[in-house]
């Protein structure tokens, strides 16, 4: 019954901007901590930014200052803003619940 479904990915110039969502629903999403992962082929999935169920966050180093989470409770909806985006930051981006229920993910390619 729980389902975390992403969206918002694709192809984006290095420098370019791309805003990711994802849809909650079967557990109580505003009583849980929410995270987004990212993971590139044949490599271990990295944590990228984390928010508390209060608003507060964390962000990777690699992304501190590009990259912006939130949510919205009354959609039951995460949301990753992305900005300044680099080669590197190339990915499948997933988002995570404090029960480790993982959504399919969704494609990242920033290239020129």
């Known amino acids: 019954q729980v389902q975390l479904v992403e969206s918002g990915g694709g192809l984006v110039q290095p420098g370019g901007s791309l805003r990711l969502s994802c849809a909650a629903s079967?557990?109580?999403?505003?009583?849980?901590?929410m995270s987004w992962y990212r993971q590139v082929q044949g490599k271990a999935r990295e944590f990228v930014a984390r928010?508390?169920?209060?608003?507060?966050?964390n962000y990777a180093d690699s992304v501190k200052g590009r990259f912006t989470i939130s949510r919205d409770n009354a959609k039951n909806t995460l949301s990753l803003q992305m900005s300044s985006l680099k080669p590197e930051d190339t990915a499948v981006y997933f988002c995570?619940?404090?029960?480790?229920?993982w959504g399919q993910g969704t494609q990242v390619t920033v290239s020129s």
């Open positions: 928010i508390a169920i209060g608003g507060s966050t």
């Open positions: 995570r619940n404090d029960l480790n229920y």
């Open positions: 079967g557990f109580p999403f505003s009583r849980s901590a």
